[in-house]
């Protein structure tokens, strides 16, 4: 160990003419750990996300769910509504119907009067 904290790395090859590479043992722990921050720091990110993506597919999923709901009312109201029109319809027919029937009754009658 040096006098300012460093360490020497010797050859393996006993070559003790070169020092080497010398490096500081607290920079590369502070190294690590700004790794160590960064990987944390998205992953925290990541959690986020993914929590935000379950907030929004949850939020969907309500939203699927009532839009369900409103399709059979719509459904039922439609139906509702249908048969409504479908006896008013009828009614109308009957209506014609029974004025015609009258009608023509009204002209066999004013035919065989006048015949006779």
Same mark, same amino acid.
């Given at each position: $160990?040096?006098? &300012? @904290?460093?360490?020497?790395? #010797?050859?393996?090859?006993?070559?003790?003419?070169?020092?080497? %590479?010398? %490096?500081?043992? =607290?920079? *590369?722990?502070? =190294?690590?750990? /700004?790794e160590v921050n960064e990987v944390v720091g998205i992953m925290k990110d990541s959690v986020a996300r993914v929590l935000e *993506?379950?907030?929004?597919?949850?939020? &969907?999923?309500?939203r699927a769910d009532q839009l369900q709901v409103h399709s059979r009312?719509?459904?039922?109201?439609? *139906? #509702?509504? =249908?048969?409504? %029109?479908?006896? *008013?319809?009828?009614?109308?027919? @009957?209506?014609? @119907?029974? !004025? !015609? $029937? !009258? &009608? +023509? +009754? !009204?002209? +066999? +009658?004013? /035919?065989?009067?006048?015949?006779?």
């Open positions: $160990v040096t006098a &300012l @904290g460093k360490m020497a790395y #010797n050859s393996p090859f006993g070559d003790d003419t070169n020092q080497g %590479y010398t %490096y500081n043992g =607290q920079d *590369r722990i502070q =190294q690590q750990q /700004a *993506r379950d907030q929004r597919l949850s939020d &969907l999923d309500t009312e719509f459904e039922s109201i439609s *139906r #509702n509504i =249908q048969r409504k %029109y479908f006896w *008013r319809n009828m009614k109308m027919w @009957g209506i014609i @119907g029974g !004025v !015609v $029937v !009258v &009608l +023509i +009754i !009204v002209i +066999i +009658i004013w /035919a065989t009067a006048s015949k006779s």
